[in-house]
């Protein structure tokens, strides 16, 4: 089973004829609302993988039905919290070339407490994962926890923050970061990720596909992307490390979780939208690349 502190956001989705300027009153020619935040994404994609994910977070008053929306996607809600700070959400405007700008407020996101977290890890087993990004608080106590009651602690380093990666590093079994993360990472540590006390690296590389960067092994190894038509990469990422997770959650070698985790997100690109769209386990294992 995965246990995933994670955000959980409303996504309002403006459409303008252009982007507000300051000072600036404007019309929406359309909204759409829908379910993110990294978390919710990653929790959903677990899910869709057929893994058992229950997941940890916080929403405010007004935040019922992206519990309900989790719920319906097959995400356990138990230790989703109801918060008198607002849920988290981003505003997202976008004109009609597509251009977009973003205003992201973390509201229950970052008031999660130690008695939550505790709460439920309490209820895992030493089988169990515990998965994370960064866009909650409390991680470091989360993975210390995690630790010691023998879970294995996955880590997806977004968005990305060095000092948020040095507060766990030492607690986690599996990072999982982009290209672009990854160079940040060796600049702020002075390190190459080879020479990090983890377990397993894994850095996605968008259209090329992945590499694993294991202790156990003196190189690493890169493994290609399967060949779509991307029309929309957004969720790729959380797609991928989902399906990951769960592969791994359910016993999977690693080089096969990988597999299964690039068939997930080649899929994903050819979508538009998140968590709405992440595709199925029998889509992924039935689909001729
Ligand atoms: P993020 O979205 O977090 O920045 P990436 O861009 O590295 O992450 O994408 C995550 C994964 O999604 C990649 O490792 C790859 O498996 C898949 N992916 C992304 N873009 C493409 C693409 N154009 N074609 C096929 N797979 C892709
Ligand atoms: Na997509």
Not at 106 to 116: D, I, K, P, R
Not at 126 to 136: F, G, H, I, P, S
Not at 174 to 199: F, H, M, P
Request: a negative charge; one cysteine or more.
């Amino acid at each position: 089973m995965i246990w995933n502190l994670g955000s959980i956001n409303v996504d309002n989705f403006y459409y303008l004829p252009h982007l507000v300027a300051p000072g600036e009153t404007l019309a929406a020619t359309d909204y759409k609302q829908g379910l993110g935040g990294k978390g919710a994404n990653m929790s959903v994609a677990c899910a869709r993988a057929g893994a058992r994910v229950s997941h940890i977070g916080a929403v405010g008053p007004e935040g019922k039905w992206a519990v309900d929306r989790l719920l319906e996607y097959g995400v356990d809600t138990p230790h989703i919290t109801l918060t008198e700070t607002p849920t988290g959400h981003a505003n997202i405007c976008i004109d009609r070339a597509g251009e977009n700008s973003i205003v992201l407020f973390s509201g229950a996101n970052g008031v999660l407490t130690e008695q939550m977290i505790g709460g439920a890890l309490t209820q895992a087993s030493a089988k169990d994962v515990l998965l994370m990004q960064n866009e909650t608080n409390g991680q470091p106590y989360a993975a210390r926890t995690a630790r010691t009651l023998g879970l294995q602690v996955v880590y997806a380093a977004a968005p990305f923050s060095a000092e948020a990666v040095l507060e766990v590093i030492d607690h986690i079994d599996l990072l999982v970061l982009n290209e672009v993360e990854a160079a940040q990472l060796r600049d702020a540590t002075g390190k190459e990720l080879s020479d990090l006390v983890i377990e397993n690296i894994v850095v996605t590389l968008g259209s090329m596909g992945c590499e694993l960067i294991a202790r156990n092994s003196a190189a690493a190894t890169r493994l290609p992307a399967y060949k779509v038509n991307a029309v929309d990469t957004t969720g790729a990422g959380d797609t991928f490390t989902g399906y990951l997770v769960a592969g791994l959650d359910r016993g999977m070698a690693m080089l096969d979780a990988l597999d299964l985790a690039l068939r997930a997100a080649a899929l994903m690109v050819t979508r538009r939208g998140t968590a709405d769209v992440v595709p199925e386990l029998r889509e992924v294992r039935n689909h001729n690349f």
